[in-house]
């Protein structure tokens, strides 16, 4: 058997195994076609604290403090809490002076989003004890819809303590890249929680713009997720509790993405590595929990390492392949136009996802016409790149480092273009 026959056979089986895993998404696509939303609660009129974990972010902070003031939902139930977390400009100052409560942190040792996260909720709980029924979490980027709190709020409650909601970008414009991130986050919000939330299962929270209740919060015992992935790690860590996630289409905020591919490599490097250790403490628990009819929770475990390791076996598996057809001697060529197919599958498929997702989104996605064209085309060049980071992230250690913010624009600008 020539390494081309050999590469061929092992290609079905990879592709077997991706049908396998994810042909549920194809009927996810097709959910909101036909189900019903749930019916919208009546507005519970909550008190909640807004937490704000920033790095040297004063160049943007302000503005989101302002987006929170400016919600329709009556501000004496929100209260805003800001940790500048080992700050070196004067994000405390402007967050103060936008009307914030900060706290200072500095500690270097335990560092990342997480620890200051548990810092700040153990602050607000020694001063303000019970006082709040739920808790907001945003960095220091995001800009809030002036209905969004009150949307939240009628999706919140005692059977769903866990509230997600959908994330939009404020800079989709800026680069192919800053394009690429903003349609990934719409299609894990339209295409994938948005039907989670419809058949019943559990939703997945993406780092930031979500709510979780104070009754949660006490049975997760705090805030103890630490991993480089904060966000998966307490997506998982709720579902193996049983707690459900749900998600608030009419809820919408934005955040600035990255512009350039280097500051992206750093950043998702460390979520692929994040997913890494997610898997390495929770994997066995959650596998467990397979066995028991725990769909939520294989659906959460296939959100994303499977996918990204299954397409790592299939990368080494043209490089064997071609290193043996020079060792054989054998014509490179098969193998060249198998790695041609391949390349040609790949792109169509997440084409077709950015065509679905800016044509159903195109006025939630504010750019030119022009570049919301273009960018259909560059996304699935983006989502090719998850293979070189996460070669890079299995291979490499990755530290947590902030990404800087400069697109300091109120919602008014953001929604103009």
């Known amino acids: 058997m020539t390494p ?59 503005r989101l403090i302002e987006s929170i003031k400016d919600q329709d939902y009556p501000s004496e139930l929100v209260s805003i809490f800001v940790v500048a977390d080992n700050c070196t400009d004067s994000t405390a100052e402007c967050a103060r002076r936008a009307g914030a409560e900060v706290f200072e942190r500095f500690d270097k040792v335990r560092a990342g989003k997480g620890y200051a996260l548990s810092f700040l909720l153990a602050r607000v709980h020694a001063e303000y004890g019970k006082e709040f029924d739920g808790y907001f979490v945003f960095d220091a980027d995001n800009l809030l819809d002036s209905r969004y709190i009150g949307e939240m709020d009628r999706a919140f409650g005692p059977d769903c303590q866990i509230v997600t909601s959908c994330r939009n970008s404020k800079n989709y414009g800026d680069s192919w890249v800053s394009a690429g991130n903003a349609l990934r986050f719409l299609y894990d919000s339209e295409l994938l929680n948005r039907p989670r939330m419809l058949l019943g299962t559990a939703c997945t929270v993406g780092g930031t713009g979500f709510l979780v209740g104070r009754e949660a919060l006490m049975r997760a015992g705090g805030w103890r997720f630490f991993l480089m992935s904060e966000d998966t790690e307490f997506t998982v860590s709720s579902v193996l509790a049983g707690e459900k996630i749900g998600y608030c289409p009419s809820a919408v905020f934005y955040d600035e993405q990255p512009v350039s591919f280097a500051q992206s490599w750093r950043q998702r490097r460390r979520w692929v590595r994040g997913y890494i250790q997610v898997f390495a403490k929770y994997g066995a628990r959650a596998l467990a929990s397979l066995r028991n009819g725990g769909f939520a929770c294989y659906d959460v475990c296939m959100s994303n390492l499977p996918a990204m390791l299954l397409s790592l076996v299939s ?42 997702i800016t044509i159903t989104k195109w006025r939630m996605i504010h750019a030119g016409t022009l570049k919301k064209i273009i960018y259909i085309f560059t996304f699935p060049i983006f989502m090719l790149t998850y293979v070189p980071i996460s070669v890079s992230a299995l291979f490499g250690a990755a530290e947590w480092r902030p990404i800087e913010h400069r697109a300091a624009c109120s919602l008014r600008e953001v929604v103009r273009g």
Do not use: H
């Not at 909101?32 to 519970?44: D, H, Q």
């Not at 057809?325 to 136009?337: A, F």
């Open 4 to 62: 081309a026959e050999m590469l061929k056979m092992a290609g079905g089986a990879i592709g077997a195994l991706f049908f396998i895993f994810y042909a549920y998404q194809v009927v996810y696509a097709l959910v909101p076609l036909f189900a019903k939303a749930p019916a919208r609660r009546e507005p519970g009129m909550r008190r909640y604290a807004v937490l704000i974990a920033a790095r040297n972010e004063e160049a943007v902070i302000a």
């Open 315 to 356: 990368a080494a598996c043209y490089v064997l392949a071609a290193a043996a057809s020079l060792l054989l001697g054998e014509p490179l060529r098969p193998i060249l136009m198998l790695a041609l197919g391949s390349f040609a599958g790949s792109y169509l498929g997440a084409l077709s996802v950015a065509v679905y």
